[in-house]
T-cell receptor, first 113, second 112 residues
Framework: NAGVTQTPKFRILKIGQSMTLQCTQD?????MYWYRQDPGMGLKLIYY???????DKGEVPNGYNVSRSTTEDFPLRLELAAPSQTSVYFC????????????FGQGTRLTVV | KNEVEQSPQNLTAQEGEFITINCSYS?????LHWLQQHPGGGIVSLFM???GKKKHGRLIATINIQEKHSSLHITASHPRDSAVYIC??????????????FGKGTHLIIQP
């Protein structure tokens, strides 16, 4: 099993550009999450999904959008990138209940210049 | 808003030493997670606890629900244990569906 796969690993964007961070899991997990990690801070929840077709905002959703058309995929869309979105992004998933083991992707390091 | 506090923030120790990292939280939780992150790397789950104690190799995790406190211990530490260790919780309210709440992490360096 591949687990949680994120692409790309690194990306540099110019201010105002858009991009999609891809996340795929092959464990048939219901719950999927996007977090961002900034230096010296704990990870913050951007968006989450409890199943296909259902998404909800987390703590820091502004400037992002998500969709969940299938159980496997949970892409994160950045529209009009801003320097404040420079961060490391992690996708995660967990099984039927959210308070079960969490599986993380390898992260995407995004720089907005 | 739940707050997860970890201590120490930074820890440097010699190879072979017994290591303890602490985590305190302020509200009810359904589970607590210990995670490991190597420099530039992804995040790996070490333990998930809702009560008691778990052991995996040289790693031991304990939780005291009444005191809202958890500890991660590393016995016979080794340079390859150098990493950031992160405590995270599923808040009890809402069943934890809204993801994990994270501490800021403990940066551990084990010197040979």
């Amino acid at each position: 099993n591949a687990g949680v796969t994120q692409t790309p690993k690194f990306r540099i964007l110019k201010i105002g550009q858009s991009m999609t961070l891809q996340c795929t899991q092959d464990m048939n997990h219901n719950y999927m999450y996007w977090y961002r990690q900034d230096p010296g801070m704990g990870l913050k929840l951007i968006y989450y999904s409890v199943g296909a077709g259902i998404t909800d905002k987390g703590e820091v959703p502004n400037g992002y959008n998500v969709s969940r058309s299938t159980t496997e995929d949970f892409p994160l869309r950045l529209e009009l990138a801003a320097p404040s979105q420079t961060s490391v992004y992690f996708c995660a998933s967990s099984y039927v209940r959210p308070d079960t083991e969490a599986f993380f992707g390898q992260g995407t390091r995004l720089t907005v210049v | 808003k739940n707050e997860v506090e970890q201590s120490p923030q930074n820890l440097t120790a010699q190879e072979g030493e017994f290591i303890t990292i602490n985590c305190s939280y302020s509200v009810g939780i359904s589970a607590l997670h210990w995670l490991q992150q190597h420099p530039g790397g992804g995040i790996v789950s070490l333990f998930m606890l809702s009560s008691g104690k778990k052991k995996h190799g040289r790693l031991i995790a304990t939780i005291n629900i009444q005191e809202k406190h958890s500890s991660l211990h590393i016995t016979a530490s080794h340079p390859r244990d150098s990493a950031v260790y992160i405590c995270a919780v599923n808040m009890y309210s809402g069943g934890g569906a809204d993801g994990l709440t994270f501490g800021k992490g403990t940066h551990l360096i084990i010197q040979p």
